[in-house]
Nanobody, 123 residues
């Protein structure tokens, strides 16, 4: 599975942005997918995850209510809708896949990582 995140950019606080994670590979539609982010000078952290069929989702506490993860297996794409962005959301965002298929809730079990996309939120 090869993953590529896109959709990042420079936005203002309070704005919305939708990231996409496009995948190639025959196992993507049966893989759980997660979004992670790494802010400057900080460790990479879990943001949101989704199971292979979209039936289960998980979020980091600070993202609940602002971010929404979804997927379209027909398009081999997972999305992260980010609303009411804050300056603290500035980071490189990565998507990752777990071939076991369950909802991704953290780093454990991740098999593939994609290249990230930079999100910068200005005040």
């Amino acid at each position: 599975v090869q993953l590529q995140a896109s959709g990042g950019g420079l936005v203002q606080a309070g704005d919305s942005l939708r990231l996409s994670c496009a995948a190639s590979g025959r196992t993507f539609s049966s893989s759980g997918v997660g979004w992670f982010r790494q802010a400057p000078g900080k460790d990479r952290e879990f943001v949101a995850g989704i199971s292979w069929n979209g039936g289960s989702t998980a979020y980091a506490d600070s993202m609940k209510g602002r971010f929404a993860i979804s997927r379209d297996n027909a398009k081999n794409t997972v999305y992260l809708q980010m609303n009411n962005l804050e300056t603290e959301d500035t980071a490189v965002y990565y998507c990752a896949a777990d071939e076991r298929g369950g909802v991704v809730t953290g780093f454990y079990g991740v098999d593939y990582w994609g290249k990230g996309t930079l999100v910068t939120v200005s005040s």
